[in-house]
């Protein structure tokens, strides 16, 4: 127990004139509310209530004191209240990072339906290619890829599916297809932020590591996605990246047999504080955009 229940013991108290009353009103044992009022008179070091057998009433410390913990719970509520009113309304600023190819590709088209909904929100986008933690961000919410660190956060998966190989049809006609994965150390790959080591599934259940090399090593899925596209080169990511591509036929997806579970793309957000309703719209619409987002 602290000191501000304490205080509302002790209001209670005096309010009834009775602890077994006071006990009621607060749903606590008559010994825990004789417990707070005792600790709070040691604390103070004043007597605040006068008890005898036949009844109960306040010294001149504990009148004053009353009516200024009164005060002092009353501002309590109304701050509480004010949070609560503030927290429903569907207006402000909502600060948000996310990697610059989901922005792109996934976020950026879809604003416009945002902004017939919700008109009075305003989006502070921030694109940062890994930042999962919002706390030390000060972001309201993350987009993030991969996994999280942090067990102080809140997360809620937008994306989960495959990690999909892929190439152009100009750069297979023109340097062949790779049949198994091990085929990939001939070949040119473009390599991302999670480095050159593709992790494949074998047929018989095992993970197989290829090491690939190729003309182009970056930490942007905009440019690993552009390059291949170009002919580049084969590359390797979630197939979120890649689905517009593929639906058109302009990627092609290779080794399909061989393929391993993605990391997912999560939403994440602090935990332990009232989530305001101007937070809780974006986190809906993002999961609301990415539903049935799995392959």
């Given at each position: ?52 057998t036949r009844r109960m009433h306040l010294t001149n410390h504990g009148i004053s004191y009353c009516e200024r913990c009164k005060a002092i719970l009353v ?87 495959s990690q999909r190989t892929v190439a152009s049809p100009a750069y297979i006609a023109r340097y062949g297809l790779p049949k198994v994965p091990a085929d ?112």
């Open positions: 127990m602290n000191k501000f229940q304490d205080m509302q013991c002790f209001v209670a108290v005096a309010e009834l004139g009775s602890f077994t009353g006071a006990s009621r009103r607060l749903n606590l044992s008559t010994s825990a509310v004789t417990k707070c009022v005792n600790r709070l008179e040691d604390n103070l070091g004043v007597q605040l209530l006068v008890r005898s501002d309590v509520e109304d701050a509480e209240d004010a949070l609560l009113d503030a927290s429903e309304s569907t207006v402000g600023n909502v600060r948000i990072a996310m990697p610059p190819a989901f922005a792109r590709k996934t976020f950026i088209p879809a604003l416009p339906r945002f902004y017939e909904l919700y008109p009075d929100v305003t989006i502070d986008l921030q694109l940062k290619g890994q930042t999962s933690n919002p706390i030390e961000g000060g972001y309201d919410l993350v987009v993030h890829s991969g996994r999280l660190p942090d067990s102080r956060l809140i997360n809620r998966i937008l994306v989960r599916g990939l150390t001939g070949h040119r790959c473009i390599t991302g932020a999670f480095g050159p080591n593709w992790t494949f599934r074998e047929p018989s259940g095992g993970d197989q590591v290829v090491r690939v090399t190729g003309p182009l090593v970056t930490d942007s899925g905009d440019i690993m996605r552009e390059a291949a596209l170009e002919g580049l080169g084969i590359t390797q990511a979630t197939w979120w990246l890649f689905r517009q591509a593929l639906e058109t036929g302009a990627l092609v997806p290779i080794l399909t047999e061989y393929e391993t579970e993605a990391l997912p793309i999560s939403i994440v957000f602090p935990a332990h504080r009232v989530t305001p309703s101007k937070v809780r719209v974006v986190v809906d619409f993002l999961v609301d955009l990415t539903r049935d987002s799995t392959l």
